[in-house]
């Protein structure tokens, strides 16, 4: 495979890396991470074909060697990532309780079983931004 040949594929790379990163916001493209900007300088400075001068010299197999272990080692760091992100999915499809808190986990298992906990006064009080003090339940009126 020649030098030249190179340029099509570091694209392909680049953008296939680039969907693999986490993203913070829509914008992207408008402002990069760090990690995106350090990617694109390494693969804008990345030499994609020899020199002129030295494209009859018998330098060009190294370099293209190079070139292409550069190319096999971002394609390995893609499927990484791919798996990572696909591994992160798939733990959060089949274990949903994994984020949750302890009282969370205790009151939807006892929902998966038919039952329902009791309500904890004090804490819809909170909830509300009430206090516990009130009228104290009664009815107005009635003693």
């Not at 829509?26 to 020899?50: F, W």
């Not at 330098?59 to 990484?80: F, G, H, K, S, T």
């Not at 009228?135 to 107005?140: K, R």
Request: no cysteine; proline share 10%; net charge positive.
């Amino acid at each position: 495979m020649s030098a030249t040949s190179h340029a099509p594929r570091v694209r392909s790379l680049y953008r296939r890396l680039l969907r693999e990163l986490p993203t913070s916001s829509p914008s992207t493209l408008l402002r990069p991470s760090p990690l995106q900007r350090h990617i694109r300088t390494q693969v804008s400075t990345a030499p994609t074909a020899p020199p002129p001068q030295a494209s009859l010299a018998p330098a060009e197999a190294p370099l293209d060697v190079r070139i292409e272990r550069n190319l096999e080692a971002a394609d390995q760091y893609v499927q990484y990532l791919r798996a990572q992100r696909v591994h992160t999915t798939l733990l959060e499809r089949y274990n949903p309780g994994m984020n949750m808190t302890e009282e969370d986990r205790i009151r939807l298992t006892a929902r998966r079983v038919g039952m329902d906990l009791p309500v904890d006064v004090k804490k819809v009080l909170e909830r509300m931004g009430g206090n516990e003090e009130g009228d104290g339940g009664g009815n107005p009126g009635k003693e």
